[in-house]
C-alpha cells in the first residue's frame, strides 16, 4: 500500500488503468511485471501477487460500476456512504473527539450522513433544516423508506428505487433544537465539510444570543429569529465559499475559515437583532384615538347655520311640548307680581 501511495496510485480510479483497462483481465506476468516495476528490486512474493490481484478486481469492478450507473443516469441520485466506511469514519470521530459521547442522542442518523455527503458529489453547501437532523435511535424507531416503480433515464425500463427519507422531529423545545444542531454539525464534521469545534463556536453563539435578556423596549430573541439566522448563515456560506468540496485541503477543513466569519456578518447577525415590543406602541396608537375621539366630539357640527344640539332641542321642543318646570315657573312669577298690585 505504501508503494501505491508512493506512486500517486492511492486512489481506485487510478489504479483501476494502472495494469488493464477495465474489463480486461490482467495476466500474471502483467501484474508481476507492474509489482516489479512499482518496487525496484523487490520479488513480488505469492502473497503479494494475490492480494493486489483482489485489489485491482475491486477497482476495476467498482470503476466499470460507476460507468454504468452515469450512462442510466443514476448519477442523479444522492450518494450514500457505505456502511464500512461510514463505520470507519465514525470510529476515526469518537477518538478525535474523546470528551463528546457520540451515541444516544449525539448519534447522527444515516440519513443525515447521506445529506451532508450528497454536498461533496454535487459540490454545493445545501442548507440542513434542524428538524430533519434526526439521531440514529430516532431513525430506528421510524419507519423504513418505502420503494417505488419509476422509470429510468432512458424511459425504456422500470427500475425499483426507494424512496428519500422525509422524517422530521420536533424541535421546539429547546434542547431539542440545540441537540439537532450538534448532530448536524458532528455529520459535517464526519464528511469533512466543516470542523467540530469551529461550528460548535458558531452555534454556541447563535444560543447565546438567544437566551440574552433582553434591554428594556425590546423583546427576547425568538427562536424563528434563531432558525431564520442558521438559514442565512448557509446561504452566506454558499456565497462564500466558490471553491470545489472534492479538492484536498492543506488544513481545517473546506468551510472552517467561512463559518469563523460568521458572527461579524451582519447578513446573518441582522435576523438576530432584539424587535421592540409592542407595548408602547399600541398604548401611543390608543392614546392617539381617544384625543382624535375628543376632539371629534367638542367640535361642533354645523350644517346650515345651525349646530346640531340646537337641532335637536328643537326637535325635542316639537315632538315633547314644552317643559312643565319652566312653565310652572313662569306661572308663579306673574301670580306674585298681580297680588302685589292689587295692594297698592
Not at 418505502?146 to 426507494?162: G, N, P, Y
Not at 421546539?172 to 466543516?194: C, I, N
Request: glycine letters at 6%; one cysteine or more; hydrophobic letters at 40%.
Amino acid at each position: 500500500m505504501e508503494a501505491l501511495k508512493n506512486g500517486a496510485l492511492a486512489t481506485f480510479a487510478k489504479l483501476s488503468f494502472a495494469v488493464t483497462s477495465p474489463g480486461v483481465v490482467a495476466t500474471d506476468d502483467q501484474i508481476t511485471r507492474f509489482l516489479g516495476d512499482l518496487r525496484p528490486g523487490v520479488a513480488p512474493t505469492i502473497a503479494d501477487r494475490s492480494a493486489f490481484k483482489r485489489i485491482l478486481f475491486e477497482s476495476q469492478t467498482l470503476m466499470m460500476h460507476s460507468f454504468k450507473a452515469t450512462a442510466r443516469g443514476e448519477e442523479a441520485l444522492p450518494k450514500k456512504l457505505l456502511a464500512p466506511e461510514r463505520q470507519a469514519r465514525l470510529e476515526r470521530q469518537r477518538q478525535e473527539l474523546r470528551g463528546l459521547d457520540i451515541q444516544g442522542p449525539l448519534e447522527p442518523s444515516h440519513a443525515l450522513h447521506d445529506l451532508c455527503a450528497s454536498m461533496i458529489e454535487k459540490n454545493e453547501v445545501a442548507y440542513i433544516n434542524p428538524s430533519k437532523c434526526l439521531s440514529r435511535q430516532q431513525e430506528l424507531m421510524g419507519t423504513k423508506p418505502e420503494k417505488e416503480i419509476q422509470l429510468d433515464s432512458t424511459k425504456t425500463a422500470l427500475v425499483i428505487k426507494e424512496q428519500n427519507s422525509t422524517a422530521e422531529i420536533n424541535i421546539t423545545f429547546d434542547l431539542s433544537l440545540y441537540q439537532a444542531m450538534q448532530r448536524r454539525t458532528l455529520a459535517l464534521d464526519l464528511t469533512g465539510l466543516v470542523t467540530y469545534e469551529v461550528m460548535r463556536k458558531w452555534i454556541d453563539r447563535l444560543f447565546a444570543l438567544y437566551s440574552q435578556p433582553p434591554a428594556p423596549g425590546f423583546q427576547k430573541v425568538s427562536q424563528a429569529q434563531l432558525l431564520r439566522a442558521d438559514r442565512q448563515a448557509f446561504i452566506r456560506l454558499s456565497e462564500l465559499f466558490t471553491g470545489s468540496l472534492k479538492a484536498a485541503v492543506v488544513a481545517g477543513k473546506f468551510l472552517d475559515p467561512h463559518v469563523e466569519k460568521l458572527e461579524s456578518d451582519m447578513a446573518v447577525a441582522y435576523f438576530m437583532l432584539p424587535v421592540p415590543t409592542s407595548h408602547s406602541a399600541g398604548s401611543t396608537d390608543k392614546m392617539d384615538k381617544v384625543d382624535k375621539d375628543t376632539k371629534r366630539a367638542a367640535a361642533p357640527n354645523t350644517k346650515g347655520g345651525r349646530s346640531s344640539r340646537g337641532f335637536e332641542g328643537i326637535q325635542q321642543t316639537k315632538e315633547t311640548g314644552p317643559n312643565p318646570d319652566s312653565v310652572d315657573r313662569h306661572a308663579l312669577t306673574y301670580t306674585s307680581r298681580r297680588a302685589d298690585l292689587f295692594q297698592l
